[in-house]
């Protein structure tokens, strides 16, 4: 049986969160720790903090949302760069997990109170890839129905302001970084086969406005 990328990264992750949900140690040898990155170079924690969650609810909703958008984008990549879209698709998803975390890095980098976990600025860019490549599809915001093109300026600034107030426990930085890296790694990589993505998306909104 073949397997998907979207569906294989599902897989992994689900069985890892599973385990660190009931050790401790995994969660700390895996988890986001600034610090560990500065004073012990342990650079994996930016890939290996997107295979753990806080919690069930945490788990289900990214895996939920990734699976609903992943096998769109990773279809839509082999479409444009042939059998090896869908290792340029993993490949937007990996480094979305260091690119997303880059900032927080920066501003916690020798905070020892400071922890992060989960998928999310991951799971953000696969969402904004598939908004870019089908800008007029739709979305549902908490039950809300909206455009594609009306959500991702909106989910931008929602996420901008909230990283801006700070507090909770919600990593909003990872999820406007890696929103945005989405929107501009299939950008990039659609130009670089000659598919002019923004003018194909600006096209698209015009006629549906």
């Excluded at 444009?80 to 698709?89: D, H």
Aim: charged share 10%; proline share 4%; net charge positive.
């Amino acid at each position: 049986m073949h397997l998907s990328i979207t569906t294989t990264i599902i897989i992994i992750t689900v069985l890892v969160s599973l385990g660190g949900f009931n050790n401790h140690k995994i969660m700390e040898d895996l988890i986001f720790y600034p610090p560990a990155v500065t004073k012990q170079n342990q650079w994996y924690r930016f890939f290996t903090c997107g295979l753990i969650h806080a919690d069930y609810m945490h788990l289900i909703f990214n895996m939920l949302v990734l699976y609903s958008f992943g096998d769109k984008v990773e279809d839509a990549f082999v479409q444009l760069f042939g059998p090896v879209g869908k290792w340029i698709y993993l490949g937007m998803y990996i480094s979305a997990l260091l690119v997303s975390l880059l900032p927080t890095y920066f501003k916690n980098r020798n905070n020892y109170n400071y922890r992060s976990l989960g998928a999310s600025g991951a799971v953000s860019a696969v969402i904004f890839s598939a908004l870019i490549l089908e800008p007029t599809g739709g979305i549902y915001f908490y039950f809300i129905p909206m455009r594609n093109f009306v959500f991702a300026p909106l989910y931008l600034l929602f996420s901008a302001l909230m990283d801006r107030r700070g507090g909770g426990n919600i990593n909003h930085s990872a999820h406007l970084w890696g929103s945005v890296y989405g929107l501009a790694f299939t950008i990039i990589a659609c130009y670089l086969v000659g598919f002019p993505i923004v003018q194909y998306a600006i096209q698209q909104i015009r006629q549906a406005v």
